[in-house]
């Protein structure tokens, strides 16, 4: 089973920009969709986006559309989330979590039925000013 870690997270000014990262070790990565999550404390974990296999789809919620982009290197097992113009409803923990399905065509943004098998520790991303 894939473990997946994140890094990146920090506090940042309204409109600035962060890069998560979530990497595994190995290179078992590139067979999984991965998915980016995140939670505020007293409310529902919410999908950000996801990408299949071998990026060619991705997914993402409506409120980060076009200020958010996620990619992935899979020589690196690496993960990104490129995002820009955060908002203070931006702010939640953030989680990367791998598909349970190999080699699947297709990302949800729901975790509610064990789309994804493991989850990392979590990133906290914080926009202050």
């Known amino acids: 089973q894939l473990q997946p870690v994140e890094s990146g997270g920090g506090l940042v000014q309204p409109g600035g920009s962060l890069s998560l990262s979530c990497v595994t070790s190995g290179d078992k990565l590139r067979r999984y969709s991965v998915g980016w999550f995140r939670q505020v404390p007293g409310k529902e974990r919410e999908g950000v986006s996801c990408i299949t296999p071998g990026g060619i789809t991705t997914n993402y919620e409506d409120s980060v559309k076009g200020r958010f982009t996620i990619s992935r290197d899979n020589a690196k097992s690496t993960v990104y989330l490129q995002m820009n113009s955060l908002k203070p409803g931006d702010t939640a923990f953030y989680y990367c979590?791998?598909?349970?399905?190999?080699?699947?065509?297709?990302?949800?943004?729901?975790?509610?039925?064990?789309?994804?098998?493991?989850w990392g520790q979590g990133t906290q991303v914080t926009v202050s000013s």
């Open positions: 979590a791998v598909g349970r399905t190999p080699y699947s065509n297709t990302c949800t943004l729901s975790s509610d039925n064990g789309e994804y098998s493991s």
